[in-house]
């Protein structure tokens, strides 16, 4: 296999790249910072990619949303995440981009073996779940907006601010295509019915707002206001509105 790795503890690092060249692999570049990770993920498009949650400079989440963005470059390059930590925000929404992704923890890496049977079955397009991450990732919480990753709740804001799809993109210099995707995965954490794509704006904008959600006649309670062209007045802004087709 053809494997880039992801990790700022130098021993540990060089450990994997000795264990993994030993058995046949190539280790085609080891990288101690996320930004290092993308140029190598983008340039070498490795069969897998060893990627620690916590990376330079901050120490928090660089690595994993890397190990995102690098999917996003790469459709598809399998990432098995390597951590003392589980991140779960950014954990859901990798796990849910797909298949060739596994998350465990480096404490609970008991054996050698276990750990290249995980990376052989990412690789191979499979999963692979520390035990402890999946208890973890089904806690799951009661406010429904928890379950949005930092994006769709950027996202959302905007939406409740009355942008559309090819403005909020431009906001945050994405491609309206990528925030078509961050609207539908709105609609499906919220559980918002398969219905008129404009009611389900509406209630996604009612949920943030934390108001109840009646599409049909939102009005002064809810600062959402419909007019008589269909489109809707989000609660603090005067000059910008969206429409029912204007989402998914």
Same mark, same amino acid.
């Given at each position: 296999m053809r494997i880039v790795i992801a990790e700022d503890n130098a021993l540990l690092a060089q450990g994997l790249t000795a264990l993994l060249e030993a058995l046949g692999n190539q280790v085609l570049a080891t990288t101690g910072d996320a930004e290092s990770f993308l140029t190598a993920a983008v340039t070498h498009r490795p069969d897998v990619a060893v990627v620690d949650v916590r990376l330079p400079p901050s120490f928090t989440d660089e690595g994993i949303r890397a190990a995102l963005h690098a999917r996003e470059r790469v459709p598809g390059l399998p990432i098995l995440v390597l951590s003392q930590y589980v991140e779960d925000t950014y954990a859901r929404e990798l796990l849910a981009d797909g298949t060739g992704v596994g998350y465990l923890l480096k404490d609970r890496v008991a054996r050698v073996d276990d750990f290249l049977d995980a990376l052989h079955r990412v690789a191979a397009g499979g999963t692979a779940l520390d035990p402890d991450v999946v208890r973890q990732l089904l806690?799951?919480?009661?406010?429904?907006?928890?379950?949005?990753?930092?994006?769709?709740?950027?996202? #959302?804001? &905007?939406?409740?601010?009355?942008?559309?799809?090819?403005?909020?993109?431009?906001?945050? @210099?994405? +491609?309206?295509?990528?925030?078509?995707?961050?609207?539908?995965?709105?609609? #499906?954490? &919220?559980?918002?019915?398969?219905?008129?794509?404009?009611?389900?704006?509406?209630?996604? @904008?009612? +949920?943030?707002?934390?108001?109840?959600?009646?599409?049909?006649?939102?009005?002064?309670?809810?600062?959402?206001?419909?007019?008589?062209?269909?489109?809707?007045?989000?609660?603090?802004?005067t000059t910008q509105t969206f429409s029912p087709g204007s989402g998914r």
């Amino acid at each position: 296999m053809r494997i880039v790795i992801a990790e700022d503890n130098a021993l540990l690092a060089q450990g994997l790249t000795a264990l993994l060249e030993a058995l046949g692999n190539q280790v085609l570049a080891t990288t101690g910072d996320a930004e290092s990770f993308l140029t190598a993920a983008v340039t070498h498009r490795p069969d897998v990619a060893v990627v620690d949650v916590r990376l330079p400079p901050s120490f928090t989440d660089e690595g994993i949303r890397a190990a995102l963005h690098a999917r996003e470059r790469v459709p598809g390059l399998p990432i098995l995440v390597l951590s003392q930590y589980v991140e779960d925000t950014y954990a859901r929404e990798l796990l849910a981009d797909g298949t060739g992704v596994g998350y465990l923890l480096k404490d609970r890496v008991a054996r050698v073996d276990d750990f290249l049977d995980a990376l052989h079955r990412v690789a191979a397009g499979g999963t692979a779940l520390d035990p402890d991450v999946v208890r973890q990732l089904l806690a799951t919480p009661t406010d429904p907006l928890s379950r949005l990753t930092e994006r769709e709740r950027e996202v #959302l804001a &905007l939406m409740a601010q009355g942008y559309g799809n090819s403005e909020i993109a431009g906001r945050l @210099v994405v +491609t309206e295509r990528a925030v078509h995707k961050h609207v539908g995965n709105i609609f #499906l954490k &919220l559980d918002l019915p398969p219905e008129d794509s404009g009611d389900r704006r509406v209630l996604a @904008v009612l +949920t943030h707002l934390g108001a109840p959600q009646r599409p049909s006649a939102p009005g002064p309670a809810s600062g959402v206001v419909t007019r008589s062209d269909g489109s809707v007045l989000a609660p603090h802004s005067t000059t910008q509105t969206f429409s029912p087709g204007s989402g998914r």
